[in-house]
């Protein structure tokens, strides 16, 4: 009878702990996905920030800027240098850049 109880208590606690350990896994996994699309949000919001400071310039000079320092200087334009990787690439003056934004990985 004993034996049948700690049996039943085992299987209970066992059952137990694998929902416990399915339950965080789960909660990790959902935190990790916000956290990329939290990412990607920034990623894109940034990228969208440069084309229309980008833009401004263009409107306010006549010319599209050189750089991306440019924008930051003369347009308040902020990046987070630790976060994204921005590569501004600029064919003529009155073209729109090549603009892209990536994580940087370190």
């Not at 921005?86 to 994580?103: K, Q, S, W």
Request: glycine share 4%; aromatic share 12%; charged share 25%.
């Amino acid at each position: 009878m004993k034996r049948k109880r700690l049996t039943k208590t085992i299987g209970r606690l066992v059952l137990w702990t694998v929902v416990l350990v399915a339950a965080f896994a789960w909660f990790f996994t959902g935190i990790r996905q916000v956290s990329r699309e939290l990412a990607e949000q920034g990623k894109i919001k940034l990228e969208n920030a440069i084309r229309r400071s980008a833009v401004a310039c263009y409107a306010a000079e006549g010319a599209y800027p050189p750089d991306v320092d440019y924008l930051i200087e003369h347009y308040g334009l902020s990046v987070d240098e630790s976060r994204y990787i921005v590569h501004y690439d600029i064919f003529a003056e009155n073209l729109m850049p090549d603009i892209t934004v990536l994580d940087n990985v370190q």
